[in-house]
């Protein structure tokens, strides 16, 4: 299994930008595929971004061209660059993993899960001001 670490989250204005990192321990021979997952209170966590175990890349359409997913595997680093933040990012940011190759996109994009097992950081808040 792997634990993960999510750091940089802040409060920021509308059209800057952060970049959220997320530390990976653990098991990190096995291949993962991981994912960035927002969650605004009262509402259903939602899949962001994610990064398939043979690299592929997706994003939910909100976010495309503004928000680039990328991991550094020599450092263990999964890192979430987001640009033209707009208030509507607002919220907690879970770094999350699962051992497959693959993200199974409707569940992950539509609900925020991934498949079982899966782990999970603590989140890091983000909140956008107009």
């Known amino acids: 299994q792997v634990r993960l670490l999510e750091s940089g989250g802040a409060s920021v204005e509308a059209g800057g930008s952060l970049r959220l990192s997320c530390s990976i321990s653990?098991?990190?021979?096995?291949?993962?595929?991981m994912g960035w997952v927002r969650q605004v209170p009262g509402q259903e966590r939602k899949g962001v971004a994610a990064?398939?175990?043979?690299?592929?890349?997706s994003y939910t359409s909100s976010v495309n061209d503004r928000f680039i997913i990328y991991k550094d595997n020599d450092k263990n680093i999964l890192y979430l660059q987001m640009n033209s933040l707009k208030p509507e990012d607002t919220g907690m940011y879970y770094c999350?993993?699962?051992?497959?190759?693959?993200?199974?996109?409707?569940?992950?994009?539509?609900?925020?899960?991934?498949?079982?097992?899966?782990?999970w950081g603590q989140g890091t808040q983000v909140t956008v001001s107009s």
């Open positions: 999350a993993a699962e051992a497959k190759s693959y993200v199974d996109r409707p569940n992950f994009y539509g609900r925020g899960v991934l498949g079982e097992p899966s782990y």
């Open positions: 653990g098991d990190t021979d096995t291949t993962y595929s």
């Open positions: 990064i398939d175990g043979d690299g592929s890349i």
